[in-house]
């Protein structure tokens, strides 16, 4: 059975802190790893990932994939309250259908 | 915005009623799926589409049905609704020049007392 796991679960930080989250992967025919960012609301697209050591950057946002130890991370930098979201990890595997998600990781930024 | 909209956005129901929640996009995408979304679970597929009449099932799909008769709409029928498909739908389709990356609509929120 594929999966996919992040972590933490959750954590609260301060406005201006970096984070790193974390999420790791078991699947069979992996084909692509995906970001998602989720307010209240819904998910909407941050990044994707198809290679390792490859960093994709978007502003504040970076992230890179490991395909070898199965891992991918999602950094934030000089957070801000705005970034207060839940973080979901989607991989691809097999066909177009085949996606798991992880549980996410709720962000909470404090002033 | 890939012009994704769901209906209704919020539903409550009695248990044993039929529902019929909608998804429907204007640019012709050819994939189209439904999740549900649970605290602790995350989102978990219930059935995807690949094109007209072509419907296919997901992971927890079980007591629900889609149709879709014309590209733009995906229907998710539950023939009759149970307390444990109180949860908050999503519908979503596949965008991107990779065709992996996916684009939701803004939820269904669906209480069956």
């Known amino acids: 059975e594929d999966k996919v796991v992040q972590s933490p679960l959750s954590l609260v930080v301060h406005e201006g802190d970096t984070v790193t989250l974390n999420c790791s992967y078991e699947?069979?025919?992996?084909?692509?790893l995906l970001w998602y960012k989720q307010e209240k609301k819904a998910p909407t697209f941050l990044f994707m990932l198809?290679?390792?050591?490859i960093e994709k950057k978007s502003g504040r946002l970076s992230s890179i994939l490991d395909k070898k130890e199965l891992f991918s991370i999602l950094n934030i930098t000089a957070t801000q309250t705005g970034d207060s979201a839940v973080y979901l990890c989607?991989?691809?595997?097999?066909?177009?259908?085949?996606?798991?998600f992880g549980t996410g990781t709720k962000l909470q930024v404090i002033p | 915005d890939a012009g994704i909209t769901q209906s209704p956005r919020h539903k409550v129901t009695e248990t044993g009623t039929p529902v019929t929640l909608r998804c429907h996009q204007t640019?012709?995408?050819?994939?189209m799926y439904w999740y549900r979304q649970d605290p602790g679970h995350g989102l978990r597929l219930i059935h995807y589409?690949?094109?007209?009449?072509?419907?296919d099932k997901g992971e927890v799909s079980d007591g629900y049905s889609v149709s879709r008769s014309k590209t733009e709409d995906f229907l998710l029928t539950l023939e009759s609704a149970t307390s444990s498909q109180t949860s908050v739908y999503f519908c979503?389709?596949?965008?991107?020049?990779?065709?992996?990356?996916?684009?939701f609509g803004p939820g269904t929120r669906l209480t069956v007392t």
């Open positions: 989607v991989v691809n595997s097999g066909g177009y259908q085949k996606v798991t």
């Open positions: 699947v069979t025919n992996f084909r692509s």
């Open positions: 198809t290679s390792s050591g």
């Open positions: 640019e012709n995408h050819r994939y």
């Open positions: 589409s690949y094109g007209v009449k072509d419907t």
């Open positions: 979503a389709i596949k965008v991107g020049p990779s065709g992996y990356e996916q684009y």
